[in-house]
Nanobody, 125 residues
Framework: QVQLLESGGGLVQAGGSLRLSCAAS????????MGWFRQAPGKEREFVAT????????DYADSVKGRFTISRDNAKKTVNLQMNSLKPEDTAVYYC??????????????????WGQGTQVTVSS
């Protein structure tokens, strides 16, 4: 089992940057593929980025490709999301998630077993 705690959200102007971090508890962090999702008011939770267990493979939603970068440090048990060139449409609560069934992460919330409490990101125009 793993517990996740996000940090790093906040208010930023369009074009700015934020770095989200997700700290995991437990000794088996390296056995989990990780993902970042987001949920805006009135919308469903959507995929943002995923990284496999080793950190050697990543994938992104088309809407953030080229602007966001996911990374992980298995020794520190953290996964990060560097967000650049932020847009107002990136405003949402961002969630960190973990799944232990497969080496690579998935694209749907139902594929993940553990979730953080979320961190708010607000991008002003």
């Amino acid at each position: 089992q793993v517990q996740l705690l996000e940090s790093g959200g906040g208010l930023v102007q369009a074009g700015g940057s934020l770095r989200l971090s997700c700290a995991a508890s437990g000794r088996t962090f390296r056995t989990y593929a990780m993902g970042w999702f987001r949920q805006a008011p009135g919308k469903e939770r959507e995929f943002v980025a995923t990284i496999n267990r080793s950190g050697g493979s990543t994938d992104y939603a088309d809407s953030v490709k080229g602007r966001f970068t996911i990374s992980r440090d298995n020794a520190k048990k953290t996964v990060n999301l560097q967000m650049n060139s932020l847009k107002p449409e990136d405003t949402a609560v961002y969630y960190c998630a973990a799944q232990g069934r497969y080496y690579s992460g998935g694209y749907y919330p139902r594929e993940y077993d553990y979730w953080g409490q979320g961190t708010q990101v607000t991008v002003s125009s």
